[in-house]
């Protein structure tokens, strides 16, 4: 794509981000595998020991940067869109289990009871990180949504859209740990 822009000079400008997360995420991630998992009294499994770090963006904060990004960015330039929410997989799980605590109590104590370590895929980041500096100082953005508002509007939006998510989980291989067999 570069050598087209440099050679032809083809408008491009390209976008990286942090993990998305929001409505309509696919239930085979962290964030739905935990909302999901919980609400059926199932086990919440977190990789290792739950060190791994991620940075979270919420996806209406993604599009309105892509937005920015394709009519305003500088043609030929790299933007990194940084959810600027670094949190670890425990962290983050716990987050979600007291939301979903709040919204919807489990009858047998609290959903973080549910949380259980499983082996860490091999070869798995202990973090990934984006460094959003440029989209900031050159297009003035940052993200609207914080961690605790996106994972709200998240787990209402599951305990809301039921008719959505629950037809996904009968499909092949969700609810399992890509990269095996296992059943989450």
């Known amino acids: 794509m570069w050598a087209w822009h440099a050679t032809y000079g083809l408008p491009v400008v390209l976008s990286n981000c942090s993990n998305n997360y929001g409505p309509y995420h696919f239930p085979e991630k962290l964030i739905p595998v935990v909302i999901l998992n919980a609400l059926a009294g199932n086990a919440l499994?977190?990789?290792?020991?739950?060190?791994?770090?991620?940075?979270?963006?919420?996806?209406?904060?993604?599009?309105?940067?892509?937005?920015l990004v394709a009519t305003r960015g500088a043609l030929g330039r790299s933007?990194?869109?940084?959810?600027?929410?670094?949190r670890t997989n425990l962290q983050l799980v716990q987050n979600l289990c007291a939301i979903l605590d709040r919204l919807r109590p489990h009858e047998a104590g609290t959903y973080a009871d549910l949380i259980t370590f499983v082996t860490d895929r091999s070869g798995?980041?202990?973090?990934?990180?984006?460094?959003p500096s440029r989209i900031r100082e050159e297009?003035?953005?940052?993200?609207s949504i914080t961690i605790e508002e996106g994972l709200e509007l998240t787990v209402r939006w599951y305990l809301e859209n039921q008719d959505w998510w629950y037809p996904l989980l009968?499909?092949?291989?969700?609810?399992?740990?890509?990269?095996?067999?296992?059943?989450?």
């Open 124 to 131: 798995h980041y202990a973090r990934y990180a984006i460094n």
């Open 45 to 67: 499994p977190i990789y290792g020991d739950g060190s791994n770090i991620r940075d979270w963006l919420y996806v209406e904060d993604h599009a309105d940067a892509l937005l």
């Open 139 to 143: 297009l003035g953005w940052r993200p």
């Open 170 to 184: 009968a499909r092949n291989g969700v609810g399992k740990r890509l990269g095996t067999d296992k059943k989450v």
């Open 79 to 86: 933007y990194n869109i940084g959810g600027e929410n670094e």
